[in-house]
T-cell receptor, first 114, second 113 residues
Protein backbone atom coordinates (compact mmCIF):
# COMPACT_ATOMS: atom_id res chain seq x y z
CA UNK A 1 0.00 0.00 0.00
CA UNK A 2 1.39 3.42 -0.96
CA UNK A 3 2.44 5.65 1.93
CA UNK A 4 3.59 9.18 2.57
CA UNK A 5 7.29 9.18 3.49
CA UNK A 6 8.93 11.68 5.84
CA UNK A 7 12.46 12.13 7.13
CA UNK A 8 14.00 12.43 9.57
CA UNK A 9 11.65 10.85 12.13
CA UNK A 10 13.30 12.70 15.00
CA UNK A 11 15.41 15.85 15.09
CA UNK A 12 17.07 17.60 18.00
CA UNK A 13 18.58 20.99 17.29
CA UNK A 14 19.79 24.00 19.22
CA UNK A 15 17.95 27.28 18.98
CA UNK A 16 19.15 29.59 16.22
CA UNK A 17 20.21 26.63 14.08
CA UNK A 18 18.65 25.71 10.75
CA UNK A 19 16.59 22.56 10.32
CA UNK A 20 14.92 20.93 7.31
CA UNK A 21 12.27 18.26 6.88
CA UNK A 22 11.52 16.22 3.78
CA UNK A 23 8.27 14.69 2.55
CA UNK A 24 7.49 12.39 -0.38
CA UNK A 25 3.72 12.12 -0.99
CA UNK A 26 1.83 9.19 -2.44
CA UNK A 27 2.50 8.94 -6.16
CA UNK A 28 -0.03 10.90 -8.20
CA UNK A 29 -1.23 13.04 -5.31
CA UNK A 30 -1.37 16.62 -6.49
CA UNK A 31 -2.04 18.23 -3.12
CA UNK A 32 0.56 18.26 -0.34
CA UNK A 33 0.14 19.67 3.14
CA UNK A 34 2.54 20.53 5.96
CA UNK A 35 1.01 20.64 9.43
CA UNK A 36 2.41 21.45 12.86
CA UNK A 37 0.98 19.62 15.85
CA UNK A 38 1.65 20.70 19.40
CA UNK A 39 1.19 18.02 22.05
CA UNK A 40 -2.47 17.69 23.03
CA UNK A 41 -3.76 19.70 20.07
CA UNK A 42 -4.97 18.97 16.57
CA UNK A 43 -2.77 19.58 13.53
CA UNK A 44 -2.54 23.17 12.32
CA UNK A 45 -2.00 23.81 8.61
CA UNK A 46 1.26 25.59 7.80
CA UNK A 47 1.28 25.37 4.01
CA UNK A 48 -0.70 23.68 1.23
CA UNK A 49 0.62 22.98 -2.27
CA UNK A 50 -1.32 22.17 -5.41
CA UNK A 51 1.32 20.61 -7.65
CA UNK A 52 4.28 23.02 -7.33
CA UNK A 53 2.21 26.08 -6.39
CA UNK A 54 1.46 27.33 -2.89
CA UNK A 55 -2.30 27.73 -2.44
CA UNK A 56 -2.37 28.53 1.28
CA UNK A 57 0.49 29.67 3.51
CA UNK A 58 -1.49 32.08 5.66
CA UNK A 59 -0.37 30.39 8.91
CA UNK A 60 3.28 29.95 7.92
CA UNK A 61 5.65 32.19 9.95
CA UNK A 62 7.39 33.46 6.87
CA UNK A 63 10.15 35.28 8.73
CA UNK A 64 11.68 31.93 9.68
CA UNK A 65 9.81 29.17 7.81
CA UNK A 66 10.00 28.34 4.13
CA UNK A 67 8.58 25.51 2.04
CA UNK A 68 9.08 24.36 -1.51
CA UNK A 69 7.84 21.70 -3.88
CA UNK A 70 9.92 22.47 -6.94
CA UNK A 71 8.84 19.68 -9.29
CA UNK A 72 5.42 19.13 -7.82
CA UNK A 73 6.45 15.86 -6.20
CA UNK A 74 8.47 15.84 -2.95
CA UNK A 75 8.69 18.82 -0.63
CA UNK A 76 11.01 20.41 1.91
CA UNK A 77 10.06 22.51 4.94
CA UNK A 78 12.83 24.62 6.48
CA UNK A 79 13.11 26.56 9.70
CA UNK A 80 15.87 29.15 10.12
CA UNK A 81 16.57 30.07 12.84
CA UNK A 82 14.81 27.55 15.06
CA UNK A 83 13.24 28.80 18.29
CA UNK A 84 12.27 26.92 21.44
CA UNK A 85 8.58 27.35 20.59
CA UNK A 86 9.06 25.41 17.34
CA UNK A 87 9.31 22.14 19.26
CA UNK A 88 6.41 20.08 17.90
CA UNK A 89 5.46 17.25 15.55
CA UNK A 90 5.63 18.23 11.88
CA UNK A 91 3.25 16.20 9.75
CA UNK A 92 3.06 15.89 5.99
CA UNK A 93 -0.10 14.73 4.24
CA UNK A 94 -1.20 14.30 0.65
CA UNK A 95 -4.44 14.06 -1.27
CA UNK A 96 -5.39 13.37 -4.86
CA UNK A 97 -6.93 16.83 -4.82
CA UNK A 98 -10.05 15.76 -6.61
CA UNK A 99 -13.30 13.85 -6.11
CA UNK A 100 -13.27 12.59 -2.51
CA UNK A 101 -10.38 14.76 -1.17
CA UNK A 102 -9.24 12.21 1.40
CA UNK A 103 -6.00 12.97 3.25
CA UNK A 104 -3.20 10.48 3.93
CA UNK A 105 -0.55 11.28 6.53
CA UNK A 106 3.10 10.39 6.92
CA UNK A 107 4.68 9.26 10.22
CA UNK A 108 5.76 12.80 11.14
CA UNK A 109 9.00 14.40 12.32
CA UNK A 110 9.33 15.09 16.03
CA UNK A 111 11.39 18.29 16.46
CA UNK A 112 12.96 19.26 19.77
CA UNK A 113 14.68 22.63 20.01
CA UNK A 114 17.04 23.03 22.99
CA UNK B 1 -13.55 30.25 10.03
CA UNK B 2 -14.62 26.72 10.83
CA UNK B 3 -14.22 25.71 14.49
CA UNK B 4 -14.12 22.00 15.38
CA UNK B 5 -14.64 20.77 18.93
CA UNK B 6 -14.24 17.29 20.34
CA UNK B 7 -15.70 16.29 23.67
CA UNK B 8 -14.61 14.68 25.90
CA UNK B 9 -10.90 15.44 25.71
CA UNK B 10 -10.15 12.12 27.40
CA UNK B 11 -12.10 8.96 28.06
CA UNK B 12 -11.27 5.80 30.00
CA UNK B 13 -13.46 2.70 29.66
CA UNK B 14 -13.24 -1.00 30.52
CA UNK B 15 -12.65 -3.47 27.73
CA UNK B 16 -15.79 -4.63 25.93
CA UNK B 17 -17.75 -1.44 26.38
CA UNK B 18 -19.46 0.29 23.43
CA UNK B 19 -18.57 3.97 23.26
CA UNK B 20 -19.30 7.17 21.37
CA UNK B 21 -16.90 9.97 20.52
CA UNK B 22 -18.29 13.36 19.55
CA UNK B 23 -17.22 15.98 17.03
CA UNK B 24 -19.02 19.29 16.50
CA UNK B 25 -18.38 22.01 13.93
CA UNK B 26 -19.64 25.57 13.68
CA UNK B 27 -20.29 25.87 9.92
CA UNK B 28 -22.62 23.24 8.47
CA UNK B 29 -21.50 23.97 4.88
CA UNK B 30 -18.99 21.13 4.74
CA UNK B 31 -17.79 18.98 1.87
CA UNK B 32 -16.66 16.00 3.90
CA UNK B 33 -15.67 14.88 7.39
CA UNK B 34 -12.82 12.50 8.15
CA UNK B 35 -12.07 10.55 11.36
CA UNK B 36 -8.46 9.68 12.20
CA UNK B 37 -6.63 7.65 14.80
CA UNK B 38 -3.26 8.77 16.18
CA UNK B 39 -1.02 6.57 18.31
CA UNK B 40 1.50 8.32 20.62
CA UNK B 41 4.35 9.90 18.67
CA UNK B 42 2.97 8.73 15.33
CA UNK B 43 1.19 10.15 12.32
CA UNK B 44 -2.55 10.07 11.66
CA UNK B 45 -4.30 7.00 10.25
CA UNK B 46 -7.53 7.52 8.35
CA UNK B 47 -10.45 5.55 9.76
CA UNK B 48 -13.55 6.75 7.96
CA UNK B 49 -14.54 9.52 5.56
CA UNK B 50 -18.13 10.73 5.22
CA UNK B 51 -19.08 12.88 2.26
CA UNK B 52 -21.67 15.61 2.81
CA UNK B 53 -24.31 13.63 0.92
CA UNK B 54 -23.90 10.64 3.23
CA UNK B 55 -25.32 10.04 6.70
CA UNK B 56 -22.95 7.34 7.92
CA UNK B 57 -20.02 5.08 7.11
CA UNK B 58 -19.01 1.76 8.66
CA UNK B 59 -15.75 -0.14 8.88
CA UNK B 60 -15.60 -3.22 11.08
CA UNK B 61 -16.42 -2.21 14.66
CA UNK B 62 -16.45 1.48 13.75
CA UNK B 63 -19.46 3.49 12.64
CA UNK B 64 -19.39 7.21 11.94
CA UNK B 65 -22.51 9.31 11.49
CA UNK B 66 -22.96 12.83 10.20
CA UNK B 67 -25.71 15.36 10.92
CA UNK B 68 -24.82 18.50 9.00
CA UNK B 69 -27.84 20.49 10.13
CA UNK B 70 -26.83 20.22 13.78
CA UNK B 71 -23.09 20.41 13.04
CA UNK B 72 -22.29 17.07 14.60
CA UNK B 73 -20.60 13.77 13.90
CA UNK B 74 -20.23 10.76 16.15
CA UNK B 75 -17.79 7.87 16.02
CA UNK B 76 -19.22 4.70 17.53
CA UNK B 77 -16.79 1.96 18.60
CA UNK B 78 -18.36 -1.40 19.38
CA UNK B 79 -16.90 -3.89 21.84
CA UNK B 80 -13.82 -1.78 22.64
CA UNK B 81 -10.42 -3.46 22.99
CA UNK B 82 -7.15 -2.32 24.61
CA UNK B 83 -5.71 -1.99 21.10
CA UNK B 84 -8.25 0.78 20.44
CA UNK B 85 -6.39 3.01 22.92
CA UNK B 86 -5.26 6.08 20.96
CA UNK B 87 -6.27 9.66 20.24
CA UNK B 88 -9.15 10.06 17.80
CA UNK B 89 -9.38 13.25 15.73
CA UNK B 90 -12.00 14.53 13.36
CA UNK B 91 -11.42 16.96 10.50
CA UNK B 92 -13.86 18.80 8.25
CA UNK B 93 -13.38 20.38 4.85
CA UNK B 94 -15.59 23.35 3.90
CA UNK B 95 -17.70 23.65 0.76
CA UNK B 96 -15.79 26.78 -0.24
CA UNK B 97 -12.47 24.90 -0.19
CA UNK B 98 -12.77 21.11 -0.56
CA UNK B 99 -9.06 20.66 -0.07
CA UNK B 100 -8.60 22.46 3.25
CA UNK B 101 -9.16 20.66 6.54
CA UNK B 102 -9.93 21.94 10.03
CA UNK B 103 -9.08 19.63 12.92
CA UNK B 104 -10.43 19.17 16.40
CA UNK B 105 -8.06 18.65 19.33
CA UNK B 106 -8.98 15.00 19.64
CA UNK B 107 -10.32 12.59 22.25
CA UNK B 108 -7.72 10.49 24.02
CA UNK B 109 -9.19 7.03 24.58
CA UNK B 110 -7.86 4.51 27.09
CA UNK B 111 -9.42 1.04 27.06
CA UNK B 112 -8.53 -0.86 30.22
CA UNK B 113 -8.05 -4.65 30.10
Amino acid sequence: EAEVAQSPRYKITEKSQAVAFWCDPISGHATLYWYRQILGQGPELLVQFQDESVVDDSQLPKDRFSAERLKGVDSTLKIQPAELGDSAMYLCASSKGQEVYEQYFGPGTRLTVT
Amino acid sequence: KQEVTQIPAALSVPEGENLVLNCSFTDSAIYNLQWFRQDPGKGLTSLLLIQSSQREQTSGRLNASLDKSSGRSTLYIAASQPGDSATYLCAVSPLYNFNKFYFGSGTKLNVKP
